[in-house]
DNA sequence: AGCATAGGTATACACTGTAAGTTTGTCAAG
DNA sequence: CTTGACAAACTTACAGTGTATACCTATGCT
């Protein structure tokens, strides 16, 4: 090994000018996600990154192809994230934690649900699947055939995704409605009296949604979350009984 | 009415010279739309809409504030879309159909999901509410109290947009999936021998999903649609029933 | 010792949203 | 008909984006 004697250089280089270690694809992945989380999917811009891990924006084509590239590995750190359940359970109660623990997944990165709807590719490597056969093998145990247990996979997966978008992002359940002028919904749930707030959302056209207001507001995300859980897990454990 | 002469003239000049009409917000609104269907989210920009209305970018300025304005537009003309389903039935099929009719919606025009997804804002204007008056009007008729069915609305809404924004996305459900190389599952379905990909896909690994493959790029849309949307209605109904 | 190469930098280009300033077309009053 | 006012178009300019290309330089192998 000969080059260890020229290791043993660069070390007591490194002692004494301590050289900026060297960057992998990891480093700029990590900082990626990083800089999603904190700041939002519009931060992430190349120059961004780069400054983040100490280089110029360039720096970062030697290890990720390009920016989709990059994103790609976001989407693959985030998978990563998952924290597989126990499974020497009763299928549902696997496929129950395996369902919670997705949605924790989602809400610790939110925008990476921005990041699947509009770059609209698969998960590609392996250990981006494994939460998939996760499921898969989970919802086997219940005694559905393949056939179904994709039909029961995308319609659980479908409900996280879409509930925990609904969650992060406003468009309905919560934050600022007008109608010409601004209106907070969460104001008004505080104790503003309904005249307040009838001038500016016209009572007689949207009656339903002036008397959920209150619950709109207050509404609790977790009890939601299982409210629906619970109805699908249920009737697909009814067919798997009523199958058998 | 001094103007009608003055009408008249530039009548005439018009028959002779068809002046371009008018610019208005809608003409704007509806092109950025159409673009975003035809070509896409990343190819709406002021540019490109611009050139479709026959203008130059700055002049759509005065018509949206910005671009983020023009996307709103965009949002409340999709909502527009929402045809609603007749009323006088039983609260089951008014939810069913009002269900299958806002996934038609955004079926018809998927990029809106990218759209709220990274906007993270809520609608505002009355039009974009009616939609969401017709599905709590319709759970209410269920014996439902206003509470459950603030969670009944989230939970269905949840479910259509998270289940569409599967179908439309690749994700998981079908397209490409490599392992290093490249694999199109629908090829694989296409009677591809299963050697073929067990090279690709580590099948010790994945045995699940390589046991779904077939299912996972034939399932049909539709029926898993409606196999998801019967699980949670039959439940809400069942939850109604036994309250009263 | 020499040299290929991996990994950093610098520069440049086409494209984005939009601020600021200028021109043009339309209509009402003098 | 002229004049003026005003809205709506256009022109230009700028900072910021992703990335192609070229250049440099330190590392490690022969």
Redesign the interface.
């Known amino acids: 090994m000969p080059a260890r004697t020229r290791k043993r250089k660069s070390d007591a280089a490194v002692v004494e000018a301590p050289v900026k270690e060297r960057l992998t694809r990891e480093r700029v992945v990590d900082a990626a996600l990083h800089i999603m989380d904190a700041e939002g999917?519009d931060a992430v811009t190349m120059r961004r990154v780069a400054r983040e891990v100490g280089v110029e924006a360039m720096s970062l084509y030697h290890h990720v192809r390009d920016k989709e590239d990059l994103l790609d590995g976001v989407c693959a750190l985030v998978m990563r994230d998952f924290r597989y359940p126990p499974e020497d359970r009763p299928w549902i109660e696997v496929a129950r934690d395996g369902a919670r623990e997705w949605r924790r997944v989602l809400r610790d990165h939110p925008?990476v649900?921005?990041l699947?709807?509009?770059?609209?590719?698969?998960?590609?490597?392996?250990e981006s699947?494994?939460p998939?056969?996760f499921a898969?093998?989970a919802i086997?145990r219940a005694g559905i055939d393949?056939?179904e247990?994709?039909?029961v996979?995308?319609?659980i997966?479908?409900?996280?995704?879409?509930?925990?978008?609904?969650?992060?992002?406003?468009?309905?359940?919560?934050?600022?409605?007008?109608?010409g002028k601004a209106l907070d919904l969460n104001a008004v749930h505080a104790k503003i009296p309904d005249e307040a707030f009838a001038q500016f959302?016209?009572a007689d056209?949207?009656?339903?949604?002036i008397?959920?207001l209150p619950?709109?507001a207050e509404?609790d995300p977790d009890?939601?979350f299982e409210?629906?859980l619970?109805?699908?897990l249920?009737?697909?454990e009814a067919r798997a009984i009523a199958r058998a």
Do not use: K
């Not at 699947?116 to 392996?126: K, S, V, Y």
């Open positions: 999917l925008n649900i921005a699947w709807a509009d770059r609209q590719r698969p998960m590609t490597d392996l699947l494994m998939m056969e898969l093998r086997g393949a056939r247990g994709v039909q996979f995308n319609v997966g479908g409900y996280i995704m879409g509930v925990v978008m609904m969650e992060v992002g406003a468009m309905f359940s919560a934050g600022t409605m007008r109608n959302l016209p056209r949207l009656p339903c949604i008397a959920a619950h709109l509404c009890e939601q409210f629906g619970d109805l699908l249920a009737g697909i």
